[in-house]
């Protein structure tokens, strides 16, 4: 399995309880692991609603706020590296919303942008279905 050293969390303008960092890492290296895909350098930045609001004008051309935004930074023959860049207020208000707590909504999303890097898409319904499956299995393991 890769290593789990290769996987940061930093935090932009804000901040957010992680808690357990290296069993958090420990789980998203499994997701890389299961679904076949090795990374070398995975980094994850919490933000505020404003900074990914810019970052989605700027980059995706979208006026409208998001909880996440992947970005892979290399070739497609190359392990996977990327940036995850995550709003801590939607995660806040999603986890409200759905009913759940803070920590299950922190960890559906880090594992949503996992994903994403895995080559996982949430365009159309069958792929939000695909996406959550996903989300869902690697949220119910016990690792």
């Given at each position: 399995?890769?290593?789990?050293?290769?996987?940061?969390?930093y935090?932009?303008?804000?901040?957010i309880?992680?808690?357990?960092?290296?069993?958090?890492?420990?789980?998203i290296?499994y997701?890389?692991?299961?679904?076949?895909?090795p990374?070398?350098?995975?980094?994850?930045?919490?933000?505020?609603?404003?900074?990914l609001?810019?970052?989605?004008?700027?980059?995706l051309g979208h006026?409208?706020y998001?909880?996440?935004?992947?970005?892979?930074?290399?070739?497609?023959?190359?392990?996977?590296?990327g940036e995850?860049?995550?709003?801590?207020?939607r995660?806040r208000e999603?986890?409200?919303?759905?009913?759940?707590?803070?920590k299950?909504?922190?960890?559906?999303?880090l594992?949503?942008g996992?994903?994403h890097?895995?080559?996982y898409?949430?365009?159309t319904?069958a792929?939000?279905?695909?996406?959550?499956?996903?989300?869902n299995f690697y949220?119910?393991l016990n690792?």
């Amino acid at each position: 399995m890769n290593r789990i050293y290769n996987i940061s969390f930093y935090f932009n303008e804000t901040a957010i309880t992680i808690g357990n960092r290296q069993e958090l890492k420990r789980k998203i290296n499994y997701i890389f692991f299961k679904e076949k895909k090795p990374y070398s350098v995975l980094s994850f930045i919490f933000c505020t609603d404003r900074f990914l609001l810019s970052i989605n004008r700027k980059f995706l051309g979208h006026d409208t706020y998001t909880d996440i935004i992947t970005f892979p930074l290399n070739n497609p023959e190359d392990p996977i590296s990327g940036e995850i860049y995550i709003s801590v207020d939607r995660i806040r208000e999603n986890a409200r919303h759905h009913g759940c707590t803070l920590k299950t909504e922190l960890h559906r999303v880090l594992f949503h942008g996992a994903l994403h890097l895995c080559g996982y898409k949430d365009k159309t319904r069958a792929d939000k279905i695909t996406m959550t499956s996903k989300e869902n299995f690697y949220l119910d393991l016990n690792y």
